[in-house]
Each structure stands twice: as C-alpha cells, then as structure tokens.
C-alpha cells in the first residue's frame, strides 16, 4: 500500500514539473483556417506564433513536411504579430500531409510548437490539377461528373458532324470549370429533333456557377428548325443561360458557325402556323441570358437566323423576345463585367406575327438584346466593343386594331437599356435595317426604335463615354408614316450623359457636342484594345473634345 502511495505521489510531482516547464515556456504555433489552400500538387497555409515571454526571437523556425524528405524544409527568422504564409509544391494529389512548426531553444532543445494534417485535393477537384479531356466520349462525360469539377481540353476535338446531347439544364446545372487551354471543339452540331425541342439549346447549356475560358468553337452548328419546343427558349452557341454572378466567361472564340432557331411556330399538313401560346425567347451566340462576368469575345464568320411568329405578351419584365449577337438578355442587376466583344457576325429575324394583346416586346441589338444592369448602379456595363457586320429585322404583322401595339428596339450595338450604367469606348460600325411588308400599316403605332448605337434607353442617367459609330442605318419598304418610328442615335425619353459620341448614318451625319464626319474607313489587325487606342480611332475622338 505504501508503494501505491509513493508511485502516485512520484507521479503528482513529475506532472507538476512538465506544467511548470509548459508554462515557463509558454510558446506555441497555429495554422489561422481561414488562410488555408489546398490545390492537388500544393499546399498553402499561414502560421501564426505565440511568444508573450519573446523567447523566438534570436531563433530560427522550421516548418517542414514530416516524414517527407522530397520537400525542402522552409527555415526563417521567428516572427511576431502578423502571421506568415508558406506553400509546399511538388506535392501528390489525394495525399493527406503532416505540416510541423518546430524551433531549437538552447536548454529544452528541439520544441515542436504545431503540428497539422493537410490533405491535397484529388485530380479534378482543384485547377492545378484538371481532367483531361482528349475526345468527344470524354467531352460529353462532363455531364456525369461531380459539381465543381476542373476540366481541360488536351488537344482540339473534331466531332465530324455528331449530335451533341443537351447535358445540363434546369434539372441538371453545369458547375464546373472547363479550360480549353487555346484548343477547339470542331464541326460539333446539335440539330437532331430529340436535342432541340427543349428550353435550353447549345453546347453547355444551362450554367449555373461554373467557369468556361480560352475556348475556340469552330464550326457549331445549333438548329431546331425541324422542331422547336413549345416552351420558353434559351438558345446559344456556347451556352444558353447563365444564373449565378459568380460565372466567368472569358477568352471565347466562336467562328464559322451558326444558330438558327424557329420559334413560336409549329408544323402542320399545310406547313408551319402560329402557335395559341406564345413564349419568350433570350438568344445570343455566347449565351441567351446572362449573369456574372463575360469577358474577351471574338465572334465571326458566324450566322444567327430566326424566325417566328407571334411575340410575347409583357406580363414580366423580361418577358419577350431578346436577341443579340453575343448575349441576348443581361438580367437585372446581376452583371458583374462585360468587357472586350469583338462581334462581326450577320443578324437576322424574320417575324410573321399577330398583334398580340398587351405590351409585346422584342429587343434586338449588334452585341446585346436587352441589358438590365449591373450589381451596383454607377458601375461600366459594357466596355471596349467592335461591332460588324448586319442586323436585319424583317416584320409582317397583321393590322388589327383591337390589339396592343409591340414594343421593338433595333440598335448596333444594344436593343434595349433598362439600368443607370457606363458605356465606353466601342465602336459600331455594323449595318442596320428594319423592313416592313404591306400588310403592316401603321402596326407599329409610334413604338418601333431604330438605333445607330442604341435602340431604346429606359433609364436616367446613363453615361456613354468614347463611343463612334458610323454605320448605315435603315427603314425600308416602310408603308407607316414616319411619325410611327423613331429612328435616331440613341432613342431616350430620360437624361442621359454623354461625351465623345458621334455617328454617321445613311443619309445624315448626328452627333452630340458638335458635328463630326467620319469619312474614312479602315480596318486594322489585332486586339479591342489596340483598335480603340488606335490613332484613327484617336483622330476621329480628338475632332469631337
């Protein structure tokens, strides 16, 4: 019994010294979560010390992998106050990592002030460490992949004419990040009866908070002529909606291909006839709606066609029909940058429409259908911009008069602005025109805005900064007087600022400030950016400060 007693009392004492020498030390080490990265072939963490007794500061820190001996300790001078932050590289994904903090102190000796386990993240899970696509089977698989997995193109794929299946939509959202590193996805289409019936038409379809980068499309094909649903319609090249803020688009090329789209029409013995409900339709090559970031866009050789019957009656404020050549609807206030469109595309809608009770609306627009805003009020909406080619809007409308006139803006560059936003810096230089067949007379009634820059502006206060247009703006084969269309730069019922705006039109020369011509002609290679830096660009503005 007195041995117990003696074992027990020898134990209190030596548990009494280690917590006196903790305390005496009273040094330590912390990994601060919030500072924490974990990519598949590194990692990056900060380290904070606690040293109220300044024991460290004549000693060096180690922080080392333990049991790894491939990775080369990192050795500094001891730190106070702000923590510091490491990265380990060379690491293997999908491995679980021991980081350790340790110094040497001249009595305890080596002293292991932290310690903790870190784990890389597994191929596809981080940008650093994709997966690689090599072919079309492996493409299409993306639809069966986790959310939020990293995907990169290792070469271009030539889909040599196969369909592409719809692989996200409403039910099923694209959340991943797919680079294309500079590759293309070639002769792609998805024309076939079963893919394009639906709401969502085009490669990527329905994206919610994903990323899409340094992507070439070369020739894409999307066409659901042969049987367009009898729905509400989101049709692009890349992609057909975007829903999320946090979305990038950025580094697309699309080329040599084309987006055809019948809608509000459905086929019959004797052809096609006007459906009883009409739906809306948001469609641009880059994507239908859209949220979040779109940057650095170079559009051409492209072609967008659509046909239609009766528009969309306004019983929200998006509903009807929005085309652009890059993006047809930019929802409200969920922009966050648009910047850097390169569009030399040809636009054309053909409408074969009843006048639809209630305020119908169509918005068709060189760049953007129907812009609504940005996140915040004030911010730049749209910047850097070279507009080509033609948009070309062609109306047969029946003339009855118990029903509601549409609303219709044409513009070069936008169809529609409904926010307090910037514009600067764009250039449009596409050809616009509106014709009307015979039986339209005096369908219109006063709502039809055609825009050399801008169809129709809904908001004060927009500001437009450096921007030149000198394209050819037309109406023909008009049986409505001209006081039932308004034909202009930029149509506007509220204050607008302005500055370094001018414009040359068919058969006039609009400006504000003061009157300039633009006579001259040219085109010039390379990027947005060095095209409005240009001199000729420079010119053309110094003649209107």
Not at 48 to 55: A, F
Not at 280 to 298: M, P
Not at 513 to 540: K, P, R, Y
Request: charged share 15%; glycine share 8%.
């Amino acid at each position: 019994m007195k041995k117990i007693i003696f074992l027990l009392f020898a134990g209190l004492v030596t548990l009494m010294l280690v917590a006196c020498g903790g305390e005496e030390l009273n040094v330590r080490a912390s990994f601060p979560t919030g500072n924490i990265e974990l990519n598949g072939t590194s990692i990056t963490f900060s380290v904070s010390l606690i040293d109220p007794d300044l024991l460290l500061p004549e000693h060096q820190i180690t922080i080392s992998i333990e049991g790894n001996n491939a990775v080369t300790p990192i050795v500094e001078d001891a730190w106070l106050r702000v923590p510091r932050t490491f990265t380990f590289e060379g690491l293997t994904p999908g491995t679980t990592y021991t980081v350790v903090v340790e110094t040497d102190l001249p009595e305890e000796g080596n002293v292991r002030l932290a310690s903790r386990e870190f784990t890389t993240a597994e191929v596809g899970r981080a940008e650093d460490v994709p997966i690689m696509i090599t072919n079309a089977e492996e493409f299409f698989d993306m639809a069966n992949a986790e959310n939020g997995t990293f995907f990169e193109l290792a070469n271009n794929i030539n889909f040599e004419g196969a369909q592409a299946p719809v692989m996200f939509n409403a039910n099923r959202r694209f959340t991943h990040h797919f680079n294309g590193a500079g590759f293309a996805l070639q002769n792609l289409n998805q024309t076939a009866d079963e893919h394009v019936s639906g709401a969502y038409i085009s490669i990527f379809g329905f994206i919610r908070n994903g990323s899409i980068r340094n992507l070439v499309l070369d020739g894409i094909t999307i066409d659901n002529r042969s049987n367009p649903g009898n729905t509400a319609v989101y049709a692009g090249i890349l992609a057909s909606r975007i829903d999320s803020i946090d979305a990038v688009i950025e580094n697309i090329t699309i080329k040599n291909s084309a987006l055809l789209v019948r809608h509000n029409q459905r086929s019959t013995a004797d052809g096609w006839t006007n459906v009883a409900n009409n739906r809306s339709l948001f469609l641009g090559t880059v994507v239908g709606a859209a949220q979040g970031t779109i940057r650095d866009i170079t559009i051409y050789d492209t072609q967008v066609e659509v046909t239609m019957s009766n528009l969309m009656q306004g019983l929200t404020a998006i509903a009807g029909v929005h085309i652009g050549g890059a993006i047809g609807l930019i929802e409200q206030n969920r922009g966050r940058e648009f910047s850097n469109f390169d569009v030399n595309i040809d636009l054309e809608v053909n409408i074969n429409s009843n006048r639809v009770p209630g305020q119908s609306r169509l918005n068709i627009g060189g760049v953007v259908g129907f812009h609504r805003g940005m996140d915040r009020h004030g911010e730049v909406a749209l910047e850097s911009a070279v507009v080509r080619g033609t948009v070309a809007l062609n109306i047969s409308m029946n003339d009855d008069s118990s029903a509601g006139a549409p609303w219709i803006a044409v513009g070069g560059f936008i169809g529609s602005v409904d926010a307090q936003q910037i514009m600067r810096d764009v250039v449009v230089m596409n050809d616009v025109s509106v014709t009307f067949a015979s039986n339209s007379t005096n369908v219109l009634d006063g709502r039809l805005r055609i825009g050399s820059i801008i169809g129709w502006t809904l908001q004060h206060n927009n500001s437009f900064q450096r921007v030149v247009s000198f394209n050819q703006t037309s109406v023909l084969n008009a049986s409505t007087t001209t006081s039932n269309y308004n034909f202009e730069l930029m149509n506007t019922s509220r204050t607008i600022n302005h500055s370094n705006i001018s414009v040359r039109t068919l058969n006039s020369t609009l400006s504000f400030n003061s009157a300039t011509v633009v006579s001259a002609f040219e085109t010039l290679d390379g990027s947005i950016t060095d095209f409005i830096a240009s001199q000729w660009v420079l010119d053309i503005l110094a003649t209107i400060l």
